[in-house]
Each structure stands twice: as structure tokens, then as C-alpha cells.
């Protein structure tokens, strides 16, 4: 099957790869095109537009970054619809919000073509080695058709029913997430203030009720002030953005949520949009160092980057392992 692949940022790259590695033909497109070059050297294709990936393969897959990258690669000069019709299926797996995926799939299913959203529940390692969870809705055919694709992409797929029904449950999905690192962060802080080892607190955490991967894999890293992005803290903010308008929509009171985002906001605000989402632990929770407003951005990121250092018990662990900036001199420890 010849699989046609539109966005290669951390996710679309990493599902295209595997894609490639599972013996899959893929034709990729991405608006910066020198962002192609290393899937073609594993073997992909390039189409010049959304619209020639489209002509090219029989099931297109979409995963763009937000509701405006989602409606511009379908509705733009070049896009989707310009070549979809009868016989072709276009996959949209961006997270956005339901009434974003209905609006596609109307236009889509208006020219004979067929939709489907599958938003994915995963990040980086799980796109990678094909674990991702699949929240798949809408033509069911297309959903059987694909499935070959699907199941090399994640360890499960669900398909939910009509559309828009994916794109609520990833928005919900990723709200408790963005939740449960924010308490996370926020316990990290609390037993360090109190005088213990937060990396003890990692281990008994893992050894009870409420152990899960995210705690495991993101603890440490956090510790190191490592903020790699494997899932960037602009779109976890933008996902808490949609499900509170989802909560809205429906009534539902969500406090919790509500003062999650604020504390990833605030994480942007300082310049921290495009790490990792656990960088909520620095900036989002317990705040920067109070220097009023001569902080930068530039300040912010030079010091996650370089000046940060922390001590625990028996060892001294530095926030780049490498360097201490000499430019910017804390007044408060780093918790304060």
C-alpha cells in the first residue's frame, strides 16, 4: 500500500519513518520541504502539495499541529481538495477540536472522498515504535481500509463512530494529562521543600496505586531539567485550550483544567512553548525567580538551558550537564 503523509513534525516524521521501516510506499509533504530529506533518504517520496499526495496515493494522512494547520492543508491553494474525489481517503490525525473535523469531513465527503479523524494518544517514542493509541471516527470503510496502516502505527486502534466523536476524546484524553502533570510538578516541589528526595518520592510513586509511564519516564528528565520535546508545551497548552471550550460547550464545570492552563500559559509566556510539556515543572507550578519584569524569554530559556543546578542529598545535577551560564545570576534557589 502506498500511503501519502502530510506534516513532518516530531509525530508525522516519527509515524512516517515507521511507516517506511513496516515496508509501507510513503509520499510525504511538509511546508518546509528540507524537513523531507531524511525520509527520503530511508526510501519516501515527495509530493510538491497536499494536492499531489493526494492524486498520488489512495489514503492520505494528515497530522498538523493545530486547527489552522489542519484547515489550511485541506482548504488552501493546493490542498486537499483540490484532488480528492471519489476513491481516495484522507486520514486526519491532527488533535483539534470536533467542529474542526467536521467541517473537513464535510468538505471532503462533498467532493466523493472519504474521511476519517484519528487523533493519536502518544508521543514521540510511542509514534516511533508504532504504541501510539489510535481515537479513530467517521467512515467506518475507510477505517477497515486503512487498518493495515493503522495497526502498524499504533498498538490499538478504536474506531468511535460519527465524526467529531475522536477529536472529544483525545481532547479529553490529554486534558487529564495536562492535570496530572501539573499535581505531578507540584508534588516533585512539595517534597523537596519538606526536606526529602524527590527522586525517593519517584520510586515510591512507581511502587503504588497511581504509577504510570508518564510519572516513570518524565520524573527523571524532569529532575535533570531536560525538556527534550517529545510532546511540546505550546500544543499540550493549545489541548487544554480546546477541552475547557469542549467543557464550556457542555456545561461542565472543570476548575482543575482551568488552572492547569493557566500554568502552562504562564510556561509560554516565558518562552518555554516549544520544550517538552513537563517544562511546566519549572515555570508553570512554582514560577521563576521573582526579578519582576526584567526577566526575558531570552533569560528564561538560557537559564532551563544552562544555569540551573540543584542538589539532592549525595549529588549535584546540573540542567544541561555541561555548562553554568555566566550571564544570568539567580538571587533565589530554584524552587522559591
Known sequence: MEVGFLGLGIMGKA?????????????????????CDELVAHGATVGGSPAEVIKKCTITIGMLADPAAALSVVF??????????????????????????????????????????????????????????????????????????????????????????????KLVVNMIMGCMMNTFSEGLVLAEKSGLDPRTLLDVLDLGGIANPMFKGKGPTMLQSNYAPAFPLKHQQKDMRLALALGDENAVSMPIAAAANEAFKKARSLGLGDNDFSAVFEYGIHGFCDHGDQTSDAEAVDFITFGSSRQFGDGKMSASGARQSPSLTLSCPLWA
Not at 509501507?24 to 511546508?31: I, L
Not at 486503512?146 to 476524546?169: H, R
Open 15 to 35: 509515524i512516517s519513518m515507521n511507516l517506511l521501516r513496516n515496508g509501507f510506499k510513503v509520499t510525504v509533504w511538509n511546508r518546509t520541504l528540507s524537513k
Open 76 to 169: 488552501d491553494k493546493g490542498g486537499v481538495l483540490e484532488q480528492i474525489c471519489p476513491g481516495k481517503g484522507y486520514i486526519d490525525m491532527s488533535t483539534v477540536d470536533h467542529e474542526t473535523s467536521i467541517k473537513i469531513s464535510q468538505a471532503i465527503t462533498s467532493k466523493g472522498g472519504h474521511f476519517l479523524e484519528a487523533p493519536v494518544s502518544g508521543s514521540k517514542q510511542p509514534a516511533e515504535t508504532g504504541q501510539l493509541v489510535i481515537l479513530s471516527a467517521g467512515e467506518k470503510a475507510l477505517y477497515d481500509e486503512a487498518i493495515s496502516a493503522l495497526n502498524v502505527i499504533g498498538k490499538k486502534a478504536f474506531f468511535l463512530g460519527e465524526v467529531g466523536n475522536g477529536a472529544k476524546m
